[in-house]
């Protein structure tokens, strides 16, 4: 699987309006020439307003492709996709959340990264769209990018290859990851047991979905 890059983009925190209310966030990226300077734990030039639940560990890297981007700005009506605009860092021509499985390592330019989960999407997206419908929408749609984490910490230029370089073996398609996680259904059993084998899940959506499924059992 290979995909070629359409933008590169990077920004700080901001303040948005919108019903009355007023929050700092980084939902929104601006196109930059690059490169993106990516250390196994941060991107320079680049912060989070949420920064305990956005870049950490396991989203440090945040990469959207076009085609899920566009159904997303054809639903709420606003044109072609502008890249940043939902605030990933590098928007692709092609990302299938339906190839892509928690696991999968991927290489960026000289940055390897792992694939990890869906982003979900929160009420900033209202905030972003200034739509009501924004977050739900979104929602509705077959995926909203990829979080990866950082492997090997390199450089990301306008004209690196993006491709796979190693499959999980036992796979969780992060599109159904998506639906699964949006619709908060639990793991079952047998899929509880598979992520342990997968490896590259986070210690506290583990703990989450095996705390439910203890209390669905008892």
Sequence with gaps: MEARI???NSGMPESLEFEGRTLLTSIRRTAVPGPLVVHRDHIEGNAHGLPNVHGVEHSVLY???LTSAQEFADRLGLGAYEPGF???NVTLDALDEAEVSTGDVFEFGTVLAQAVLPRIPCSRVNFRTRNPEGQKTLQQCRGSGVYFRVLRA???HRDSKVRRVEKAEHRFSIA???RTM????QLNAEEMRRALRNGAFPRKALDKWAAALEGKNS
């Excluded at 949006?182 to 259904?185: F, L």
């Design 176 to 178: 159904w990851l998506y």
């Design 154 to 156: 390199g450089e990301i």
């Design 6 to 8: 359409l933008s590169l």
């Design 86 to 88: 939902l605030g990933e």
């Design 63 to 65: 990469a959207y492709g």
């Design 182 to 185: 949006v619709a908060g259904t």
